[in-house]
Structure formats: structure tokens, C-alpha cells
């Protein structure tokens, strides 16, 4: 007979305690609101950036087709030819063999 006044004096005040810490309604953060114009400011800067990067990069195509319509049909040859063995260089590969036998100035 103790033990179940002991078990339901102890159930009644942890219950009471349960009650008393529940809240009225679903609390609203302050912040939450300039969490979402920040991240409308930041897609805005992102376009922004991007539109920016596509302008240069605009203006570089365009420069660099004014300085290959100025230069002459020798000049563009070798132009491609350094351009080509420049990529051989920084891939680490040697000139195929039928190149490197009938070169130039070889003894």
C-alpha cells in the first residue's frame, strides 16, 4: 500500500513538471526572416559574378580573333604549330618518331 502512494505521489509531480514546460504555440525565431533575404542577396551577387565573368570572357574571345585576323597565313601557321608542341610539352610527350628522324639540322 506505501509503495503505491510513493508511485503516485512521484507520477503526480512529474506530470506536474511535463505540464508546466510545455509551450503555448510554435515558437517564431526573429532571424529566420533575414536568413532568406541573405540567401536572395547572395543569388543576386552570384548572378551578378557570373554575368561579369561571361562579359570578360566575351571580350577575350573577341581580342584574341582581332590579333589572329591581323597576323598572316605563315604567321598562323606557326602560331599552331608552338601551340601544338606546347601542349606536347606540359602532357610529357615526345614528338612521334617519323618527326623526330627527319628533323631539321639533324647530324
Known sequence: M???KHW???LFVVMSVVAYGQTDGPVKLPHEKGK???ASGDRQSQKAKQKQLRDNRRMEKKIRKRT???QSKETLKRMRKNKKKAKRQVEHKRDP???RWFRKGRN
Do not use: C, G, N, S
Request: hydrophobic share 45%; glycine share 0%; proline share 0%.
Open 97 to 99: 618518331f617519323y618527326i
Open 2 to 4: 506505501m509503495r503505491r
Open 8 to 10: 503516485m505521489a512521484l
Open 68 to 70: 589572329k585576323k591581323i
Open 36 to 38: 532568406k533575404q541573405q
